[in-house]
């Protein structure tokens, strides 16, 4: 089961509305999580609650390899190809209101095409790609 970013932050806040279902299909399925994902959930935690909780996410991240049926998913540089190619020819899934492209969501989107694995997301974006291109999307749940 592949993973985007809102499962790694539901794995690590223990408060996450989603940490039940990302438990759940960690322990049913095992979890797919790109390294990239990884890094853009620092960018909120930071935010959040500063320098001294981005400590503390990276310890996590240092014993993310340990879980049994987790696997971080390095990125290739085909993957930064095709992102950058999905995000220009399809603006209408990776390219946000104000124009800003989702970099990260076209990575995401480049591994799933990838692997082929079903997607665990809220992103409705992404899901609407999957659908769009036959891929199976699991829709995260709230506890």
Request: proline letters at 4%.
């Amino acid at each position: 089961m592949l993973c985007d970013t809102i499962c790694v932050w539901a794995l690590y806040f223990r408060d996450s509305k989603y940490r039940g279902h990302a438990l759940a299909l960690l322990r049913e399925r095992g979890l797919l999580i790109p390294e990239a994902c990884a890094l853009e959930a620092a960018y909120p935690i930071f935010k959040a609650r500063g320098a001294g909780e981005l400590a503390r996410y990276a310890l996590f991240l240092e014993n993310l390899p340990l879980v049994e049926g987790l696997e971080l998913i390095p990125l290739r540089f085909e993957d930064l190809t095709r992102a950058i190619e999905l995000a220009a020819r399809e603006p209408e899934f990776f390219v946000d209101e104000l124009g800003n492209a989702n970099l990260f969501d076209a990575l995401v989107a480049a591994l799933w095409e990838r692997t082929g694995a079903p997607l665990a997301t809220t992103d409705r974006r992404l899901m609407e790609f999957g659908e769009r291109r036959g891929l199976r999307t699991i829709k995260l749940q709230k506890a």
